[in-house]
T-cell receptor, first 114, second 114 residues
Framework: AQSVTQLGSHVSVSEGALVLLRCNYS??????LFWYVQYPNQGLQLLLK??????LVKGINGFEAEFKKSETSFHLTKPSAHMSDAAEYFC????????????FGQGTTLQVKP | GAGVSQSPSNKVTEKGKDVELRCDPI?????LYWYRQSLGQGLEFLIY????????KSGLPSDRFSAERTGGSVSTLTIQRTQQEDSAVYLC????????????FGQGTRLTVV
């Protein structure tokens, strides 16, 4: 069965510092992987997705993620954090049935300090 | 509309009462998903509709939960005899064709059972 593990429920960085949010997955088939962001009292917004076309995926707002099969990882990075990046981030894997059902990690709350 | 619309945005109900949550997907999207977001369980898949096919109800936590999608558009999630553990944010998402096309999320309905 598919599963996703996000390491660190809370991450705190200073403004301008590197953002690294960790995600490891388990999948019986080549996975489709996603990162979503959720701002307070809002729904989820897609940041980026991996669908096997390229291992380094660039998304919105300067975020990117690298798919590493050998490490079963899909970590999210951003070179320089902005205050507006403070939110909750979810890593997700698509189920094997090609339905688009998503299995989410537990989420990581990103705090950005001035 | 421009995005996925959910109503009400907030609902407070007494234990034992029935509630209905509404989702209006993006026009033309054939796939519709319901998820539940709660503190203890994170984001969980509930049910998936694709066109006129029978829905995938594999995520519904009990027979008190049901959902329908009329005319391939608006969906209603019904919770009967609500319990305090049903308190959560219920998120609806739609995608153009299902599979791994991007899912767009509504802002959710925050349900509080008192």
């Amino acid at each position: 069965a598919q599963s996703v593990t996000q390491l660190g429920s809370h991450v705190s960085v200073s403004e301008g510092a590197l953002v690294l949010l960790r995600c490891n997955y388990s999948s019986s088939v080549p996975p489709y992987l996603f990162w979503y962001v959720q701002y307070p009292n809002q729904g989820l917004q897609l940041l980026l997705k991996y669908t096997s076309a390229a291992t380094l995926v660039k998304g919105i707002n300067g975020f990117e993620a690298e798919f590493k099969k050998s490490e079963t990882s899909f970590h999210l990075t951003k070179p320089s954090a902005h205050m507006s990046d403070a939110a909750e981030y979810f890593c997700a894997v698509s189920d094997t049935g090609n339905t688009g059902k998503l299995i989410f990690g537990q989420g990581t709350t990103l705090q950005v300090k001035p | 509309g421009a995005g996925v619309s959910q109503s009400p945005s907030n609902k407070v109900t007494e234990k034992g009462k029935d509630v209905e949550l509404r989702c209006d997907p993006i026009s033309g999207h054939t796939a519709l998903y319901w998820y539940r977001q709660s503190l203890g369980q994170g984001l969980e898949f509930l049910i998936y509709f694709q066109g006129n096919s029978a829905p995938d109800k594999s995520g519904l936590p009990s027979d008190r939960f049901s959902a329908e999608r009329t005319g391939g558009s608006v969906s209603t999630l019904t919770i009967q005899r609500t319990q305090q553990e049903d308190s959560a944010v219920y998120l609806c998402a739609s995608s153009r064709t299902g599979g791994n096309t991007e899912a767009f999320f509504g802002q959710g309905t925050r349900l509080t059972v008192v």
